[in-house]
């Protein structure tokens, strides 16, 4: 049997379904993506953000009344969904071109708890779309590293989860606080880089004829996540 074009695309398929499923290949993989690949993606689906947003609201809500232990659940699942559906999913659709494959790999690669497993993926992304270090981002308020308050809060989650660990007031708010800095200190960023901001409920969309200052900031920022 000849070697024909459908055979070629199977095999580039394979290929690129290979980049994300093990890690050697991650940073190769993010080099080959172009800023219209990923901003295509969002075009096509503004809500991917809208499920953090939700989280974020409903751990507000549950901190409100004290339920200060599932808020943390919530806030730190809102964190996990930023990182990785709203920035890493992109990249895995960009990779598998079948809709369906692609769903089913999304499901299967980032559908594990954390996200210390796609760090460098995601420093790379970051790196050459925003030309930033996204392991030495911090709050205003703190000197810690911001991914390294995530990973604190992920373990306070799972014990939370796992060994019925409660939580004072103080870890939600803190859980907020940090689930709001990752909005807007990283995706946000990103997406305007992509020349793309964010409006009520998380929706994606272009800047089209948004009265904004320019790509390097927004009249948008995280505090509206709070609200």
């Known amino acids: 049997m000849s070697y024909d074009p459908s055979d070629a695309a199977r095999d580039e398929m394979y290929d690129q379904i290979g ?22 993606f969002y075009i096509a ?9 939700d989280a974020i609201q409903e751990g507000k809500r549950l901190a409100q ?27 895995v659709h960009g990779l ?5 494959l692609a769903n089913i ?12 497993r796609y760090s460098k993926l995601l420093a790379q992304l970051f ?17 810690e590293k911001l991914l390294v308050e995530c990973k604190a809060l992920q373990r306070l989650r799972n014990q939370i989860i796992h060994q019925g660990a409660t939580c004072e007031s103080a870890h939600a708010s803190h859980a ?6 990752v909005y807007d200190l990283i995706v946000r960023p990103m997406l305007f880089k992509l020349g ?25 920022s995280g505090s509206y996540l709070e609200t």
């Open 65 to 91: 009344t004290q339920h200060n232990s599932a808020a943390v659940v919530f806030l730190v699942t809102a964190i996990e969904i930023l990182l990785k559906a709203t920035l890493l999913k992109p990249v």
């Open 19 to 40: 980049y994300e499923l093990y890690p050697e290949h991650k940073a190769q993989a993010i080099g080959e993506f172009t800023e219209e690949r990923l901003r295509s």
């Open 176 to 181: 907020l606080s940090v689930a709001v800095a």
């Open 96 to 100: 598998v071109h079948s809709e369906g």
């Open 196 to 220: 793309l901001c964010v409006i009520e409920h998380g929706v994606i969309q272009p800047f089209g004829g948004l009265n904004l200052p320019g790509r390097g900031g927004s009249t948008l």
């Open 127 to 143: 790196s050459e779309l925003a030309g930033m270090d996204i392991q030495a981002i911090k709050r205003a308020e703190t000197n």
């Open 105 to 116: 790999i999304v499901e299967h690669a980032l559908g594990q708890p954390g996200f210390d």
């Open 45 to 53: 689906n503004p809500a991917v953000m809208r499920p953090a947003v």
